[in-house]
């Protein structure tokens, strides 16, 4: 069984550009989380949705953070314009039924913002 | 505010040598998970804990839940260069659907 996908898994671009992020859950999984990973801040949750709909985004640094969910299938996380302080490495996971909340990470995408 | 605080920050220590890693809070956890990350990789998680003063063993590491369930501890045996990543605690929070992790451990085990 596939884990979770993402999507690219490096990404390098130039200030102010527009940056899109992908990612394929789970299959089943209801849960989806968008995280990111700094050495200073560690990891920190952006969003998360149930059922493609988004239930919590209070962790969205910012208006150029915006995530959606279009079916239980796909998830995308854009930046627009992005900044240097966005380079980090962005983590996808997703949840199913366990009620203990643990959750398959995906590769990650590491972004670089120049 | 739940926070899980992981110490050491870093461990560096050669092969064959045992380890404990811990995890602690202020706060009650229904459950705590272990995961490992190793580099360019997303975490794996490892073990969940759901009993305080529960002991789960996989291979090589000892994982334990505090009796008040505020705390764990992962303890390694013979390390092996393989055990290198970072070992991250979580926990969810009161509501339940979002995870807090710890700043994590990050383990270095020399040949």
């Known amino acids: 069984d596939a884990g979770v996908i993402q999507s690219p898994r490096h990404e390098v671009t130039e200030m102010g550009q527009e940056v899109t992020l992908r990612c394929k859950p789970i299959s089943g999984h209801d849960y989806l989380f968008w995280y990111r990973q700094t050495m200073m801040r560690g990891l920190e949750l952006l969003i998360y949705?149930?059922?493609?709909?988004?239930?919590?985004d209070s962790g969205m640094p910012e208006d150029r953070f915006s995530a959606k969910m279009p079916n239980a299938s796909f998830s995308t996380l854009k930046i627009q314009p992005s900044e240097p302080r966005d380079s980090a490495v962005y983590f996808c996971?997703?949840?199913?039924?366990?009620?203990?909340?643990?959750?398959?990470f995906g590769p990650g995408t590491r972004l670089t913002v120049l | 505010t739940q926070l899980l605080e992981q110490s050491p920050q870093f461990l560096s220590i050669q092969e064959g040598e045992n380890l404990t890693v811990y995890c602690n809070s202020s706060s009650v956890f229904s459950s705590l998970q272990w995961y490992r990350q190793e580099p360019g990789e997303g975490p794996v998680l490892l073990v969940t804990v759901v009993t305080g003063g529960e002991v789960k063993k996989l291979k090589r590491l000892t994982f334990q839940f505090g009796d008040a369930r505020k705390d764990s501890s992962l303890h390694i045996t013979a390390a092996q260069p393989g055990d290198t990543g970072l070992y991250l605690c979580?926990?969810?929070?009161?509501?339940?659907?979002?995870?807090?992790f710890g700043a994590g451990t990050r383990l270095f085990v020399k040949a």
């Open positions: 949705f149930n059922n493609n709909v988004p239930i919590d």
């Open positions: 979580a926990g969810p929070n009161t509501g339940g659907f979002k995870t807090i």
């Open positions: 996971a997703s949840k199913g039924t366990s009620p203990y909340n643990e959750q398959f």
